[in-house]
């Protein structure tokens, strides 16, 4: 599984790109392989706020309904329409073109919460 | 309890399969992909492991045994060489097991029945028997069944069991010699496509596998595709879409029914004609890519009406698909209706069934 370097990640197994006081969101390599064929994502309006560890999103798979989860608080600043209209792109390029949204983080320190490459790469080990 | 593995568990396993557990045993979902392997079906050809289901054998004659009166459907007229869907219900009439008849011989039968319910099913045929001149065996431990499907499927089965599978008309089958064995091939399935089950030994079901394989038209499918095509076409899930809960009446299986004779449970489905059915097995069709699940609720102007048996994202129509029990006043075609689950809420339509209507399956 490819599981990116300078990424964090979480348990849920979304990953986290920081950028100042953004933070783009998307299901790592391994959640869509698990999930299989993507089908329908649905995402949160602009503007929204988000808790850490709640639900933010939804993705569908044929076999399946999945909630993906805030790794941070803050407020949602973007979302990406292109996976809404081609829920395919989160297989395809789960980090690049399949992000599904971006979020204005308000607490930084939540980060420490979170795992890098190296820890997440260790987690998939323990629990798979 | 341990999940049982079919004698293909290894050759999956080389595929790259992603396995789960169905009716006890662990099954190969998928391979490539659900939908890549959904649209090989639909449009080549695929072989599915379905070595899990049961096989009973059954030598009897079918009125002196008590057979008929244990199916739904008449023995007694069915030609040689053919099969029946058919139920076995109980006497509130729900639904036991769906099974397929085989009419070998005159006096020589096979049951196909679902893996989970197969003990149990075994021992009702068994209790319900005459017990002179009457031999049943459960052959499914010793039985492997393939499921070749897809509208090449034919062309693909003449390689390897000759031009008598051209003979073969829906729902008839015959024995054929494939790898020095002689096999029951019967043309049918549960695709909605041109397709063929195939029974063969376990010891030689690994070379079978194979053999099949090795022509490029033929792909392995899981039974993850194998939901999706089922469901597009709407046939019911045992266990899913109908169950002892259930009876073949409100499911919208009348046909599979023979009220000229006798048979367990018929009596309730006569009382159950006459006071009407309450619910009915109803499709849906969603407006969107979001797909209804097992156990949604279905509501109508707000009021529950219903429950969602199977949901899927359909891969033929690129949008949400499924059946449910929904209360016979809603229950009309072209009722809006809405899927809710927690904070999920789609909207849908009843629809005429099938969903997909281009299978190959009558050739």
Not at chain 2, 64 to 77: C, E
Not at chain 2, 108 to 124: G, Q, R, S
Not at chain 2, 230 to 251: F, H, M, N, W
């Amino acid at each position: 599984m490819n599981v990116p370097e300078g990424l964090f990640y979480t348990k849920e197994h979304e990953w986290v790109k920081i950028d100042g006081n953004l933070a783009k969101i998307g299901i790592s390599d391994h959640a869509q392989h698990e999930l299989g064929d993507i089908t329908f994502v649905e995402l949160p309006a602009l503007h929204a706020p988000c808790e850490q560890f709640k639900q933010i999103a939804t993705i569908e798979s044929v076999k399946a309904a999945s909630d993906v989860y805030a790794p941070l608080s803050g407020k949602i600043s973007a979302v990406n329409n292109e996976v809404v209209a081609n829920p395919e792109l989160v297989n395809q390029s789960p980090y690049e073109q399949g992000w599904l949204l971006v979020i204005e983080i308000t607490e930084e320190s939540q980060l420490a919460n979170l795992m890098d490459a190296e820890a997440y790469k260790n987690y998939l080990k323990e629990n798979m | 309890m341990e999940n049982k593995k079919t004698p293909l568990f290894e050759q999956h396993n080389k595929l790259g399969a992603k396995s789960a557990p169905f009716g006890g045993w662990l099954m190969p979902i998928q391979y490539e992909g659900i939908i890549n392997e959904h649209q090989w079906t639909r449009n080549n050809c695929s072989v599915f492991d379905i070595c899990h289901m049961g096989e009973f054998m059954i030598q009897a004659d079918a009125l002196l045994s008590n057979l008929d009166k244990v199916l739904t459907q008449n023995l007694v007229n069915m030609p040689l060489k053919t099969c029946k869907y058919g139920f076995m219900l109980n006497d509130n009439a729900g639904i036991i097991d769906d099974v397929i008849i085989y009419r070998i011989e005159q006096d020589k039968w096979m049951l196909v029945v679902n893996a989970a319910t197969a003990p149990a099913d075994f021992e009702h045929i068994k209790k319900h028997l005459a017990k002179d001149n009457v031999k049943i065996d459960n052959v499914s431990n010793s039985l492997a069944k393939l499921d070749l499907q897809g509208p090449l499927s034919r062309e693909v089965l003449v390689e390897i069991a000759g031009e008598g599978i051209l003979n073969l008309d829906y729902y008839g089958f015959d024995y054929f010699s494939v790898l020095g064995e002689n096999i029951i091939i019967s043309r049918t399935g549960y695709t909605g496509e041109m397709g063929f089950e195939l029974y063969i030994n376990n010891d030689k079901v690994i070379d079978l596998w194979n053999l099949l394989l090795e022509n490029k038209n033929v792909k392995p499918a899981g039974l993850g595709a194998r939901d999706t095509l089922r469901l597009e076409v709407c046939y019911p899930l045992y266990g899913q879409d109908i169950s002892l809960k259930t009876s073949p009446l409100e499911a919208g299986l009348a046909s599979f029914m023979d009220m000229k004779k006798d048979f367990m449970g018929k009596a309730a489905i006569e009382k159950k004609q006459q006071q009407g059915l309450g619910k009915k097995l109803c499709c849906f069709q969603t407006e969107s890519r979001r797909a209804p699940r097992h156990d949604y609720e279905i509501l109508v102007n707000n009021q529950k009406a219903g429950i969602v048996t199977s949901g899927s994202y359909s891969p033929s129509l690129g949008c949400g698909i499924g059946m449910g029990y929904i209360a016979e006043q809603y229950s009309d075609i072209g009722t809006e209706i809405s899927l809710e689950h927690e904070n999920i809420k789609i909207n849908a339509q009843v629809v005429k069934r099938p969903f997909y209507k281009k299978g190959s399956l009558r050739g």
